[in-house]
Protein backbone atom coordinates (compact mmCIF):
# COMPACT_ATOMS: atom_id res chain seq x y z
CA UNK A 1 0.00 0.00 0.00
CA UNK A 2 1.92 3.54 -0.62
CA UNK A 3 2.83 5.77 1.87
CA UNK A 4 0.70 7.89 3.19
CA UNK A 5 2.92 10.06 5.94
CA UNK A 6 6.71 10.54 5.79
CA UNK A 7 8.44 12.13 8.95
CA UNK A 8 11.76 12.83 8.73
CA UNK A 9 13.77 14.03 11.94
CA UNK A 10 17.50 15.25 12.78
CA UNK A 11 19.37 13.65 15.53
CA UNK A 12 19.63 15.01 18.91
CA UNK A 13 22.21 17.40 20.91
CA UNK A 14 25.64 15.53 19.86
CA UNK A 15 28.00 15.21 22.91
CA UNK A 16 31.04 17.04 20.69
CA UNK A 17 28.44 20.22 20.72
CA UNK A 18 29.29 20.15 24.56
CA UNK A 19 33.04 19.30 25.27
CA UNK A 20 35.99 18.00 22.65
CA UNK A 21 36.64 15.55 25.45
CA UNK A 22 34.59 12.51 24.02
CA UNK A 23 35.08 8.83 22.33
CA UNK A 24 33.53 6.62 19.58
CA UNK A 25 32.12 4.07 21.16
CA UNK A 26 31.64 2.26 18.00
CA UNK A 27 35.77 3.08 17.25
CA UNK A 28 34.12 4.89 14.12
CA UNK A 29 35.73 8.33 13.84
CA UNK A 30 33.69 10.94 13.70
CA UNK A 31 30.85 9.42 15.19
CA UNK A 32 30.02 11.02 18.51
CA UNK A 33 27.49 9.93 20.69
CA UNK A 34 24.37 12.46 21.73
CA UNK A 35 25.17 14.40 25.14
CA UNK A 36 22.94 13.76 28.07
CA UNK A 37 20.33 16.70 26.62
CA UNK A 38 20.27 15.04 23.25
CA UNK A 39 18.88 11.33 24.65
CA UNK A 40 16.51 13.83 26.48
CA UNK A 41 15.61 14.97 23.25
CA UNK A 42 15.05 11.89 21.48
CA UNK A 43 12.48 10.72 24.31
CA UNK A 44 10.93 14.16 24.08
CA UNK A 45 10.45 13.02 20.46
CA UNK A 46 9.03 9.96 21.37
CA UNK A 47 6.63 11.09 23.47
CA UNK A 48 5.65 13.19 20.47
CA UNK A 49 4.94 10.52 18.23
CA UNK A 50 3.06 8.87 21.52
CA UNK A 51 0.79 11.60 22.13
CA UNK A 52 -0.19 10.90 18.80
CA UNK A 53 -3.44 9.22 17.30
CA UNK A 54 -2.49 5.67 16.72
CA UNK A 55 -3.23 6.10 12.88
CA UNK A 56 -0.68 8.52 12.65
CA UNK A 57 2.40 7.57 14.13
CA UNK A 58 5.07 5.78 11.65
CA UNK A 59 5.18 2.24 11.94
CA UNK A 60 8.69 1.83 11.16
CA UNK A 61 11.85 3.44 11.38
CA UNK A 62 14.24 4.11 8.45
CA UNK A 63 17.91 5.44 10.30
CA UNK A 64 21.21 6.43 9.33
CA UNK A 65 23.90 3.84 10.76
CA UNK A 66 25.80 6.49 12.41
CA UNK A 67 25.69 6.13 16.43
CA UNK A 68 23.74 10.03 17.45
CA UNK A 69 20.71 8.80 15.12
CA UNK A 70 20.49 5.53 15.82
CA UNK A 71 20.49 6.26 19.78
CA UNK A 72 17.86 8.67 18.95
CA UNK A 73 15.94 6.32 17.10
CA UNK A 74 15.96 3.49 19.76
CA UNK A 75 13.43 5.45 22.21
CA UNK A 76 10.92 5.97 19.55
CA UNK A 77 10.92 2.47 18.74
CA UNK A 78 11.01 1.33 22.25
CA UNK A 79 7.75 3.52 22.71
CA UNK A 80 5.50 2.61 19.88
CA UNK A 81 6.92 -0.78 19.50
CA UNK A 82 8.20 -0.51 15.53
CA UNK A 83 11.20 -1.62 13.62
CA UNK A 84 13.88 -0.03 13.60
CA UNK A 85 16.23 -0.64 10.53
CA UNK A 86 19.26 1.23 9.68
CA UNK A 87 19.06 2.75 5.92
CA UNK A 88 22.52 4.67 4.77
CA UNK A 89 20.69 6.66 2.45
CA UNK A 90 19.54 9.06 4.96
CA UNK A 91 23.43 8.89 6.33
CA UNK A 92 25.68 11.79 6.80
CA UNK A 93 26.88 14.08 3.97
CA UNK A 94 30.66 14.97 3.90
CA UNK A 95 32.24 17.43 1.28
CA UNK A 96 34.22 15.91 -1.39
CA UNK A 97 37.63 15.01 0.12
CA UNK A 98 40.74 16.78 0.11
CA UNK A 99 43.03 14.80 -2.63
CA UNK A 100 45.43 12.58 -0.64
CA UNK A 101 43.99 12.37 2.46
CA UNK A 102 42.06 9.48 2.10
CA UNK A 103 38.28 8.34 2.55
CA UNK A 104 35.37 9.30 5.13
CA UNK A 105 33.78 7.18 7.14
CA UNK A 106 31.14 4.75 7.23
CA UNK A 107 29.55 3.15 9.94
CA UNK A 108 29.15 -0.52 9.99
CA UNK A 109 26.74 -3.15 9.17
CA UNK A 110 23.55 -3.33 10.59
CA UNK A 111 24.30 -6.36 12.35
CA UNK A 112 27.85 -5.44 13.59
CA UNK A 113 25.82 -2.39 15.48
CA UNK A 114 23.22 -5.02 16.66
CA UNK A 115 25.46 -4.83 19.78
CA UNK A 116 25.15 -1.32 20.88
CA UNK A 117 21.10 -1.21 19.55
CA UNK A 118 19.19 -5.00 19.77
CA UNK A 119 16.16 -3.42 18.26
CA UNK A 120 17.92 -2.97 14.66
CA UNK A 121 16.50 -5.39 12.54
CA UNK A 122 19.53 -6.30 10.55
CA UNK A 123 17.27 -7.93 8.14
CA UNK A 124 17.00 -4.46 5.81
CA UNK A 125 19.79 -4.38 3.42
CA UNK A 126 20.16 -0.64 3.07
CA UNK A 127 19.25 0.68 -0.50
CA UNK A 128 22.12 3.23 -0.93
CA UNK A 129 25.75 4.10 0.77
CA UNK A 130 26.51 7.38 0.13
CA UNK A 131 30.65 7.39 -1.14
CA UNK A 132 33.23 7.76 1.07
CA UNK A 133 34.63 10.17 -1.71
CA UNK A 134 32.49 12.66 -0.29
CA UNK A 135 29.95 14.82 -2.37
CA UNK A 136 29.19 18.20 -3.76
CA UNK A 137 25.33 19.73 -2.80
CA UNK A 138 24.74 18.20 -6.30
CA UNK A 139 25.69 15.39 -5.48
CA UNK A 140 24.24 15.13 -2.20
CA UNK A 141 20.71 16.06 -4.39
CA UNK A 142 21.66 13.42 -6.64
CA UNK A 143 22.13 10.70 -4.03
CA UNK A 144 19.23 11.62 -2.51
CA UNK A 145 16.61 11.61 -5.23
CA UNK A 146 17.91 8.26 -6.60
CA UNK A 147 17.71 6.94 -2.76
CA UNK A 148 14.37 7.66 -3.02
CA UNK A 149 13.34 6.28 -6.08
CA UNK A 150 14.58 3.19 -5.34
CA UNK A 151 13.16 3.37 -2.18
CA UNK A 152 9.46 3.96 -3.06
CA UNK A 153 10.13 1.46 -5.57
CA UNK A 154 11.02 -1.19 -2.98
CA UNK A 155 8.30 -0.34 -1.23
CA UNK A 156 5.95 -0.42 -4.18
CA UNK A 157 7.06 -3.66 -5.23
CA UNK A 158 6.60 -5.28 -1.69
CA UNK A 159 3.18 -4.00 -1.84
CA UNK A 160 2.51 -7.08 -4.37
CA UNK A 161 0.98 -9.80 -2.68
CA UNK A 162 4.12 -13.03 -3.27
CA UNK A 163 1.16 -15.10 -4.32
CA UNK A 164 0.56 -13.32 -7.57
CA UNK A 165 2.87 -14.77 -10.11
CA UNK A 166 3.82 -11.20 -11.09
CA UNK A 167 5.68 -10.69 -8.18
CA UNK A 168 9.31 -9.80 -8.43
CA UNK A 169 10.14 -11.06 -5.35
CA UNK A 170 10.20 -15.25 -6.64
CA UNK A 171 13.26 -14.71 -8.12
CA UNK A 172 14.92 -11.78 -5.98
CA UNK A 173 16.13 -12.24 -2.71
CA UNK A 174 16.51 -8.44 -1.57
CA UNK A 175 13.02 -8.05 -2.77
CA UNK A 176 11.55 -11.69 -1.34
CA UNK A 177 13.41 -9.87 2.20
CA UNK A 178 11.44 -6.70 1.61
CA UNK A 179 7.90 -8.86 1.36
CA UNK A 180 9.41 -11.09 4.81
CA UNK A 181 9.60 -7.67 6.54
CA UNK A 182 6.34 -6.70 5.18
CA UNK A 183 7.50 -3.60 4.15
CA UNK A 184 4.39 -2.81 1.60
CA UNK A 185 2.09 -2.47 4.69
CA UNK A 186 3.70 0.29 5.80
CA UNK A 187 1.28 3.81 5.36
CA UNK A 188 3.78 5.80 7.47
CA UNK A 189 7.39 5.90 8.16
CA UNK A 190 9.82 8.08 9.52
CA UNK A 191 13.27 8.81 8.27
CA UNK A 192 16.13 9.79 10.85
CA UNK A 193 19.45 11.09 9.74
CA UNK A 194 21.33 14.40 9.78
CA UNK A 195 21.12 17.87 8.37
CA UNK A 196 22.30 17.61 5.52
CA UNK A 197 20.49 14.73 4.49
CA UNK A 198 17.17 15.71 6.46
CA UNK A 199 17.02 19.21 4.38
CA UNK A 200 17.89 16.51 0.81
CA UNK A 201 15.14 14.38 1.53
CA UNK A 202 11.93 17.38 2.52
CA UNK A 203 13.36 19.04 -0.88
CA UNK A 204 13.46 16.01 -3.08
CA UNK A 205 10.15 14.93 -1.95
CA UNK A 206 8.74 18.17 -2.15
CA UNK A 207 10.19 19.18 -5.06
CA UNK A 208 10.79 22.46 -3.45
CA UNK A 209 15.10 23.05 -4.40
CA UNK A 210 14.43 26.85 -2.92
CA UNK A 211 12.39 25.92 -0.21
CA UNK A 212 14.43 27.39 2.86
CA UNK A 213 14.68 25.18 5.86
CA UNK A 214 17.18 24.89 8.55
CA UNK A 215 16.91 22.01 10.80
CA UNK A 216 17.25 22.18 15.07
CA UNK A 217 18.61 18.52 16.99
CA UNK A 218 15.15 15.96 17.15
CA UNK A 219 13.27 18.56 14.56
CA UNK A 220 10.46 16.81 13.08
CA UNK A 221 9.43 17.78 9.17
CA UNK A 222 6.23 15.77 7.87
CA UNK A 223 5.10 15.41 4.07
CA UNK A 224 2.09 13.99 2.61
CA UNK A 225 1.20 13.06 -0.86
CA UNK A 226 -0.63 16.08 -2.29
CA UNK A 227 -4.43 15.32 -3.25
CA UNK A 228 -3.68 14.80 -6.86
CA UNK A 229 -0.19 13.76 -6.24
CA UNK A 230 1.34 11.81 -9.75
CA UNK A 231 2.00 7.90 -8.63
CA UNK A 232 4.50 5.54 -9.36
CA UNK A 233 3.12 2.48 -12.34
CA UNK A 234 5.49 0.27 -11.05
CA UNK A 235 2.66 -2.07 -9.74
CA UNK A 236 -0.36 -1.55 -12.53
CA UNK A 237 2.88 -2.21 -15.26
CA UNK A 238 3.26 -5.54 -13.39
CA UNK A 239 -0.32 -6.13 -13.91
CA UNK A 240 -0.88 -8.28 -10.67
CA UNK A 241 -4.45 -9.05 -10.60
CA UNK A 242 -4.27 -9.99 -7.09
CA UNK A 243 -3.65 -6.10 -6.51
CA UNK A 244 -5.47 -4.85 -9.24
CA UNK A 245 -8.83 -7.12 -7.98
CA UNK A 246 -8.34 -5.63 -4.57
CA UNK A 247 -8.92 -2.42 -5.16
CA UNK A 248 -6.56 -1.22 -8.06
CA UNK A 249 -2.79 -0.48 -8.53
CA UNK A 250 -2.10 2.70 -6.40
CA UNK A 251 1.37 3.55 -5.96
CA UNK A 252 3.29 6.13 -4.08
CA UNK A 253 3.41 9.30 -4.67
CA UNK A 254 6.22 10.36 -6.76
CA UNK A 255 8.91 13.09 -5.53
CA UNK A 256 8.15 16.47 -6.26
CA UNK A 257 4.39 15.11 -5.31
CA UNK A 258 4.64 15.37 -1.41
CA UNK A 259 3.24 18.45 0.56
CA UNK A 260 5.21 19.85 3.71
CA UNK A 261 2.60 19.56 6.37
CA UNK A 262 5.19 21.00 9.58
CA UNK A 263 8.63 22.27 8.51
CA UNK A 264 11.61 21.19 11.12
CA UNK A 265 8.55 21.39 14.07
CA UNK A 266 10.46 21.84 17.28
CA UNK A 267 7.34 23.02 19.33
CA UNK A 268 7.01 19.60 21.17
CA UNK A 269 10.50 20.57 22.65
CA UNK A 270 11.54 22.16 25.88
CA UNK A 271 14.16 23.87 24.50
CA UNK A 272 12.54 24.47 21.30
CA UNK A 273 15.22 24.87 18.18
CA UNK A 274 18.28 24.43 19.01
CA UNK A 275 21.70 24.19 16.86
CA UNK A 276 19.74 24.57 13.95
CA UNK A 277 21.42 23.99 10.43
CA UNK A 278 21.25 24.44 6.89
CA UNK A 279 23.54 23.95 3.84
CA UNK A 280 23.91 27.79 3.66
CA UNK A 281 26.13 27.53 6.83
CA UNK A 282 28.58 25.58 4.38
CA UNK A 283 29.28 27.84 1.38
CA UNK A 284 32.15 29.75 1.54
CA UNK A 285 32.59 32.49 -1.28
CA UNK A 286 29.84 30.43 -3.40
CA UNK A 287 31.87 26.99 -2.67
CA UNK A 288 31.62 24.07 -0.59
CA UNK A 289 35.34 23.46 1.30
CA UNK A 290 36.96 19.94 0.84
CA UNK A 291 36.99 18.08 3.84
CA UNK A 292 40.17 15.52 4.85
CA UNK A 293 39.88 12.14 4.84
CA UNK A 294 40.17 9.52 7.83
CA UNK A 295 43.77 9.40 8.95
CA UNK A 296 45.26 6.52 8.24
CA UNK A 297 42.86 5.62 5.17
CA UNK A 298 45.59 7.84 2.57
CA UNK A 299 46.21 5.79 -0.70
CA UNK A 300 42.96 3.82 0.00
CA UNK A 301 40.30 3.45 -2.65
CA UNK A 302 36.50 2.90 -2.66
CA UNK A 303 35.10 0.24 -4.74
CA UNK A 304 32.39 1.54 -7.10
CA UNK A 305 30.21 -1.24 -5.77
CA UNK A 306 30.53 0.39 -2.27
CA UNK A 307 28.90 3.47 -3.18
CA UNK A 308 25.28 3.92 -4.87
CA UNK A 309 22.73 1.38 -4.83
CA UNK A 310 22.91 -1.71 -2.94
CA UNK A 311 19.89 -3.87 -3.66
CA UNK A 312 18.82 -5.20 -7.01
CA UNK A 313 15.81 -3.74 -8.51
CA UNK A 314 14.12 -5.24 -12.10
CA UNK A 315 16.06 -3.16 -14.55
CA UNK A 316 12.61 -1.69 -16.00
CA UNK A 317 12.03 -0.05 -12.84
CA UNK A 318 15.65 1.20 -13.09
CA UNK A 319 15.00 2.69 -16.40
CA UNK A 320 11.49 4.07 -15.54
CA UNK A 321 12.71 6.00 -12.92
CA UNK A 322 16.42 6.71 -14.02
CA UNK A 323 17.40 5.35 -10.73
CA UNK A 324 21.44 5.10 -11.29
CA UNK A 325 23.72 2.32 -9.51
CA UNK A 326 25.85 4.76 -8.60
CA UNK A 327 26.72 8.29 -7.49
CA UNK A 328 26.27 11.01 -10.37
Known sequence: MPLETIYIARHGFRLNFVTMEWKSLTGLARDPPLASYGVSQAMELAQYFMSLPVEQRPTAIFSSGFYRCLQTATPIAEALNIPLYVEQGCGEWYSTVTPGTGLHPRPGSASSLQKYFPLIDSRWKPTWYPSRKGETLRELHNRTASFLRAFLARQDLASIPPSSPDSPAHD?????????????????????????????????????????????????????????????????????????????????????????????????????????????????????????????????????????????????????????????
Open 172 to 328: NADLATDVQLELGKHKRILFLGHGASVIALAKELSGDMDMELRVGCCSLTTLVPKPNAQRSAIISSLSPSEVINAGGPKGNALLGQWDVVSKADASFLAGGVERDWGLEDVVLDGQVVSEDGVPGTEGQDEDPKDAGLQVALPKAVLDTFHISHSRL
